[in-house]
């Protein structure tokens, strides 16, 4: 086989083909004939649609968005928190600065305290 | 066939309805499955009355065919990838109807004269052997010789130059013609 029949053959193997192919696309069965068209009438109302009619589609979609950012935005609100500088009183800056206090109140010298309960009697009683 | 000459609703349903058909067949021969196919083609519908309603209607065939086989390209691909997976999950084997057996999904021969059983038969392994061919020589076949685009319009559709689609076309034909000697006389 030449050249020529071989590209004779080749296209009428093609259009045999291609004709079995398109007789058997029209004898579809009607419940998939049917499918088709349903999905044809979506497709064509879709087309019927103003060009501007996504954005009314997106406009809950932007409502639930919205909403979400601002609740989020009310999440992150800095809030009053303490820290543990400012839970210290200045009292208790005295209490630390005032080491002295606590020493003597370990070494329970109770002569000594005895002696300075007595002396503030005295000073009172004879003041 | 005739593309209608200014874009309307009305034109895209008169050009959708030329070529659903066809475009069913297409995606069946690919997928080797009806929903699979039917889904497809919807959502090439949806997708070109979304997209390209308003575009110049004989732009419509190339860029419904782009859809539509990027479409069956894409499930086609998630479907390999299911089935890797599948198989090697040990308690789930592959179900039987995900696996395409040809004489199964031909369409069932009108009965009466034995040319048209004939003919059913000549489909079923027609459908098989284009099953078998790789994606973008299957593509070539059917939007020349199915759809009857020419080389311009098959090249758009398949996003591959002129030249890519002569290659793709002349090896599909000749793996059919191989594969089908006897029985495509």
Redesign the interface.
């Known amino acids: 086989m030449n050249l020529d029949e071989e590209d004779r053959a080749h296209a009428e193997f093609a259009r045999r083909a291609g004709a079995l192919l398109r007789e058997d696309a029209e004898r579809l069965d009607g419940a998939t004939r049917l499918k088709l068209a349903r999905a044809r009438a979506a497709a064509v109302e879709e087309a019927r649609r103003p060009a501007w009619s996504w954005l009314l589609c997106m406009a809950p979609a932007g409502a639930v968005a919205a909403s979400v950012i601002a609740l989020l935005l009310l999440m992150r609100e800095p809030r009053l928190e303490v820290t543990p500088f400012q839970a210290t009183a200045p009292q208790d800056f005295e209490l630390l600065a005032d080491g002295e206090a606590w020493e003597l109140s370990q070494e329970e010298d109770f002569g000594f305290l005895e002696w300075a309960a007595a002396m503030a009697e005295l000073d009172s009683g004879g003041g | 066939m005739p593309v209608p000459a200014e874009a309307s609703?009305?034109a895209?349903?008169r050009f959708?309805?030329g070529v659903?058909?066809?475009a069913?067949?297409m995606a069946r021969i690919a997928l080797g499955d009806?929903e699979d196919a039917?889904d497809a083609?919807?959502d090439a519908?949806?997708s070109?009355?979304?997209r390209y309603?308003?575009r110049d209607p004989a732009e419509w065939p190339a860029l419904f065919h782009r859809i539509l086989q990027n479409r069956v390209r894409d499930m086609a691909r998630r479907r390999a990838v299911r089935r890797r997976f599948m198989a090697l999950v040990p308690w789930r084997r592959e179900a039987p109807d995900e696996v395409l057996d040809p004489v199964a999904e031909a369409?069932d021969p009108?009965p009466g004269p034995d040319a048209q059983a004939d003919?059913g038969a000549?489909?079923a392994a027609?459908e098989a052997a284009l099953h078998e061919l790789p994606a973008r020589q299957r593509e070539a076949?059917?939007l020349?010789?199915?759809e009857?685009l020419d080389v311009a319009a098959t090249a758009a559709a398949m996003g591959v130059s002129d030249g890519s689609v002569k290659t793709h076309y002349?090896r599909a034909?000749?793996a059919?013609?191989t594969r089908l000697g006897e029985e495509?006389p």
């Open positions: 609703p009305d895209l349903d959708l309805a659903e058909r066809r069913f067949r009806e039917l083609v919807q519908m949806l070109l009355a979304r309603a308003r369409p009108a003919q000549l489909l027609l076949f059917l020349r010789s199915l009857g002349f034909v000749q059919l013609r495509f």
